[in-house]
Structures are given as C-alpha cells and as structure tokens.
C-alpha cells in the first residue's frame, strides 16, 4: 500500500506549499505527493487546491484565474499556520516539479477543472511533465472525467485516476471501458469486496479522504494500491505496524526505501 502525502505533509504545515512538500519529501516511507493544480490569468500552472485564494491565502482574495502570475507572486500562502511558519509563496507547477524531480517520489497531479474549465490545460500539464521526463512517475487524476480522457489521447502511456465520492456500481468495469488506469474512491466508499474486483482487473486503487489511523487500517487490509492522507509518518508507523502482524517477507521495498 503506497502513501501519498495529500498536498504534501498538510496535517503539519500549510498545504500544497513548499515547505509542505520538502517534510512529505523528508519523511521517510512517503511515497508520493498529490498536489493540485489551477491556471492563473496569463496561462501560468499554479499549484493549489480551491479556485479562489480566500481559505489558504492570507493577505489576498479572489478567484486565482483573476490574478497574473507576476500579482500572486505577492500571496502569502501559509493559510491556516499563518504566524507559525515563514511566508510560503505560491508554487507554480514547473517549481514543484524541478523539486521532486532529482527524488525518488511518485506524484499524483489533479487537474482541478470539476469547477473551471481551463482551455488546454491538459496539453500544459502533459508537456511539462514530459520536459521534465517524469511521465512514468506522474499519475493524473481529476473529477472531471474528460479531462482523465483528453490527456489519454495526448499521452497514451500517461497514468490516469478518475476521482469520485460516489460508491459506483461497476466501478472495475467503469474504468476499462474508459481506458483509466486507476480510480481514486472516497474511503468510506470502499469495501475489500470492491478492492479487490478493482485491483484483479488491473485497476489502481488509490483512495483519498483519510480521516484517522483506523481507515488507514482499513484501507491496508482492503488491499488498495495506496491511501492518499495528509499524514505520511502515521501512515508509515501504521503501515509498518500492519505488515509486521501479516508477516510481510523481509525486503520488501517502498518505493526506494527497502524495509
């Protein structure tokens, strides 16, 4: 079961930032970050969760597509540990990818346009990636299973995770039929039973909305691919935990860090 840091180490400092991402990058078996992504006014991919600056943004508002890059170098991002960090500056997706590059880490990129559709959004994602030659460490997820589909189209051999909160009838089925590498289920939509009929079909299970120790436990024992939580050092020690009482062998790896 991998561990993607949700919006780097968010449980501990401000989401989606730079110093986030360093301690999700620090902790050890953290696999993986999951980030989010908007478009600012002049094109520029930025790296944030909601369409506007109001809940994570402490000195401006307003929708993000309303702001030049050049503006928003001006936001202080810190949100809700404002005063107990270092301003932390709005990342743009090319920054976030230069960091994780020389790693050893996965990503999981959603594409936010379940709320704005950012024309060709895609294409600037799926070029960036390939410029920084990390398409086989990249999965992209979105609710906006259109976007999941046109960048298929542009790069075939890309991952991509349809999100969704629903518990969906078919859901291995749903993901063959539209060429999806993964589904990324809200937890508590998740059985062993619908686990496994995903992973026996060759689709990825990657779960979001991680609300304490006992769904990591959950998830662990449903068998999905990986828990995507804004805690990656609990998810380490429950992990841990859980493989010593199934008696995983010896050597088995995370993602770079052998046990």
């Not at 969760?49 to 943004?57: I, V």
């Not at 936010?112 to 950012?118: F, L, S, V």
């Not at 062993?192 to 991680?210: C, D, F, Q, R, Y």
Request: one cysteine or more; glycine letters at 6%.
């Amino acid at each position: 079961m991998l561990n993607y840091a949700h919006r780097g180490y968010s449980a501990k400092y401000p989401e989606n930032t730079k110093l986030a991402f360093q301690k999700a990058i620090d902790t050890l078996g953290c696999d993986g970050i999951e980030l989010d992504v908007h478009e600012t006014k002049d094109g520029e991919l930025v790296v944030i969760h909601d369409a506007t600056l109001d809940r994570t943004c402490v000195n401006m508002k307003g929708y993000v597509r309303d702001y030049t890059m050049e503006k928003l170098q001006e936001a202080d991002m810190s949100g809700a540990f404002s005063g107990k960090c270092e301003p932390q500056k709005l990342m743009t997706l090319r920054e976030y990818l230069e960091m994780i590059a020389p790693t050893p880490l996965l990503t999981n990129i959603e594409i936010k346009t379940d709320e704005i559709e950012y024309p060709e959004i895609e294409e600037k994602v799926v070029a960036l990636v390939k410029e920084f030659d990390l398409v086989d460490r990249v999965i992209i997820s979105s609710f906006n299973h259109y976007t999941l589909k046109r960048v298929k189209e542009l790069c075939p051999e890309m991952k991509v995770g349809a999100l969704t909160g629903a518990r969906l009838i078919d859901m291995a089925g749903y993901a063959k039929t539209q060429g999806f590498d993964a589904m990324h289920p809200l937890c508590r939509s998740i059985t062993p039973e619908i686990a496994k009929e995903l992973i026996s079909s060759g689709v990825e299970t990657n779960v979001w909305g991680i609300d304490g120790a006992e769904s990591i436990r959950r998830m662990f024992k449903a068998g999905v691919t990986a828990v995507i939580g804004d805690d990656p050092e609990l998810i380490t020690r429950i992990r841990q935990d859980m493989e010593e009482e199934e008696d995983w062998p010896l050597g088995w790896s995370m993602c770079g860090y052998d046990e």
